[in-house]
């Protein structure tokens, strides 16, 4: 599986994030967008896999290799 950017993953991750802790100001086709992208980046289908995975890949030890294994299809 090709893996993102990490520039790229850390932009949508931070971008995720940032949105989802205000949904009320936030559109929500936007939230779901990212959720989306997150998912397709990570080889996963639920946004929460999808965000511990891109957090494992975007480790500096990269010791966390279970998270980072994407869900069977």
Same mark, same amino acid.
Do not use: F, Q
């Given at each position: 599986? =090709?893996?993102?950017?990490?520039? *790229?993953l +850390?932009r =949508?991750? *931070? *971008?995720? *994030? @940032? =949105?989802? @802790?205000?949904? #009320?100001? /936030?559109?929500?086709? &936007?939230? /779901?967008?990212? #959720?989306?992208? =997150?998912?397709v980046?990570?080889?996963? +289908?639920?946004?929460? &896999?999808?965000? @511990?995975? /891109?957090? /494992?890949?975007?480790?500096p030890?990269? +010791?966390?290799?279970a998270a980072?294994?994407? @869900? #069977?299809?």
């Amino acid at each position: 599986m =090709l893996k993102p950017h990490p520039t *790229e993953l +850390r932009r =949508l991750v *931070e *971008e995720y *994030e @940032a =949105l989802s @802790a205000s949904p #009320a100001t /936030a559109p929500e086709s &936007r939230i /779901a967008d990212l #959720a989306y992208t =997150l998912c397709v980046s990570t080889g996963t +289908r639920d946004v929460g &896999r999808a965000l @511990a995975t /891109a957090r /494992a890949w975007l480790a500096p030890d990269g +010791r966390d290799t279970a998270a980072a294994e994407p @869900a #069977a299809v």
